[in-house]
């Protein structure tokens, strides 16, 4: 018996991931090419690290950390938005609720793809860094992992602001940029978090972004403001956070 319940167990877990990566692979296809995924993703990252960074008085390869963070940012929460904003408005959303996979996985399989594409974006800075400025990296497989947890956790957040019940991406998209855009400036980016007030220092404990930002500092230069098994912790939790509420919101408005 328990034999027979774990390969019903091991089918199903099988099915469900099969059927999240098959979302995934379809939002690639789809989406991974489009023109403004690419701007929003690449160039309006880039474009707003260089408005602020350009004054500063620091060499580049110290930039590159700050760069690698706001990239995996914009373009892990970028397809999110889009894919399902366009599945309502050409009524295929509701097949993607009634698929034979659970509410779970269909989230994971959204996730996927904006966690995959803003990988492979982030990957940009990271090598310009590395040939062209001479940035050394520290701690490699703290960086692997810093990457990896924080594009999740926006992917994670990109699903959970596509689940508004909505046809318009824009206007997704001007919900999202009210939480994205403030997380720049308060995650220690631009200023580092112990130069800011009081105040300023409690708001950037709850940006999800600080913990990634102090991850990935402390893989090229080995100074944090936390310890990575700290970030780490926090990510997770930002991830499970976010899963929930997505669930809750696909649950209650989406059905």
């Not at 328990?2 to 877990?13: A, D, F, M, N, V």
């Not at 490699?140 to 924080?150: D, E, K, R, W």
């Not at 990109?158 to 308060?186: D, H, K, Q, S, W």
Request: proline share 6%.
């Amino acid at each position: 018996m328990p034999s027979i319940e774990h390969k019903g167990w091991t089918k199903h877990l099988s099915r469900e991931m099969n059927g999240a990566w098959a979302i995934a692979k379809k939002d690639m296809r789809i989406y991974y090419f489009r023109s403004n995924i690419i701007v929003s993703g690449i160039l309006f990252p880039l474009f707003m690290f260089l408005s602020f960074a350009i004054g500063k008085n620091a060499p580049p390869k110290t930039l590159i950390p700050g760069l690698i963070s706001i990239t995996l940012l914009f373009s892990a929460s970028q397809i999110e938005p889009v894919s399902l904003t366009l599945e309502r408005r050409v009524k295929t959303f509701e097949r993607l609720l009634s698929a034979p996979i659970s509410r779970n996985s269909m989230i994971f399989g959204e996730s996927i793809s904006g966690f995959l594409y803003s990988l492979i974006i982030a990957l940009l800075p990271l090598v310009v860094g590395i040939f062209i400025f001479d940035t050394q990296i520290v701690n490699a497989p703290i960086l692997v992992i810093s990457m990896i947890l924080t594009s999740f956790c926006f992917a994670m957040l990109g699903t959970l602001f596509a689940a508004y019940p909505t046809e318009t991406a824009g206007e997704v998209m001007a919900i999202l940029n009210t939480v994205r855009l403030p997380l720049i400036f308060i995650s220690g980016i631009f200023i580092p978090i112990s130069s800011m007030p009081q105040i300023g220092q409690k708001i950037a404990l709850i940006s999800p972004l600080t913990y990634g930002n102090d991850m990935i500092e402390y893989a090229f230069t080995g100074n944090s403001l936390f310890s990575p098994l700290i970030d780490i912790s926090m990510l997770v939790i930002f991830i499970i956070i976010f899963h929930l509420a997505t669930n809750y919101m696909y649950k209650n408005f989406n059905e």
